[in-house]
């Protein structure tokens, strides 16, 4: 549905949860990216992206620079994968984003993503991507901790 955004529990006109806060704007672009990255709307994925838009990735150190490197990554990755958007907290220009990516040949990956937005795109950001991995908790810890169930809540 072109023009309208995710959002937590349901969908939101993109232009009705802009309005006038910056915050609402910013959390609006991102809930957008992540439609339009899971529609593989390439194009329209575009107009959210600054032209020298910068992805840190500091847990391998990697960095994608530019609109062009972040459109071609993503359209080049192993199909397979659905954004399934958990959470969105914007303070200012400023979006948190907590997103479940399951890869059918892959397995499943956690991703927070912390983006900057200004003027409707996001311009930089710092992205955390994990594997799922199911450890048994060591003795010396489970006085306090438990294993988490599949349901994750």
Same mark, same amino acid.
């Given at each position: 549905m072109p023009g309208w955004s995710v959002g937590l529990r349901a969908a939101v006109p993109f232009a009705l949860a802009a309005g006038d806060n910056p915050s609402m704007e910013a959390k609006a672009t991102v809930a957008e990216l992540w439609r339009r990255l899971?529609? &593989? $709307?390439? $194009?329209?994925?575009a107009e959210l992206l600054?032209? $020298? #838009?910068?992805? $840190?990735?500091?847990? /391998? +150190?990697? &960095?994608? +620079?530019?609109?062009? @490197? *972040?459109?071609?990554?993503? +359209? %080049? *990755?192993?199909?397979?994968? /659905?954004? =399934? #958007?958990?959470?969105l907290f914007a303070d200012? @220009? /400023?979006v948190v984003s907590e997103v479940r990516v399951p890869h059918t040949g892959l397995g499943q990956f956690d991703l927070v993503s912390i983006l900057e937005v200004e003027d409707g795109r996001v !311009? &930089?950001?710092?992205?955390?991507?994990?594997? =799922? #991995?199911? =450890? %048994? !908790?060591?003795?010396?810890?489970? %006085?306090?901790?438990?294993?988490?169930? @599949? %349901?994750?809540?």
């Open positions: 899971q529609a &593989r $709307d390439w $194009d329209g994925l600054a032209d $020298d #838009v910068v992805i $840190d990735w500091p847990n /391998t +150190r990697q &960095r994608i +620079r530019g609109r062009a @490197s *972040y459109l071609g990554f993503n +359209r %080049a *990755y192993p199909e397979g994968w /659905t954004i =399934e #958007v958990v959470n200012g @220009s /400023t !311009v &930089r950001g710092r992205e955390y991507w994990m594997d =799922e #991995v199911s =450890e %048994a !908790v060591p003795p010396e810890r489970a %006085a306090w901790l438990e294993p988490m169930s @599949s %349901a994750r809540h």
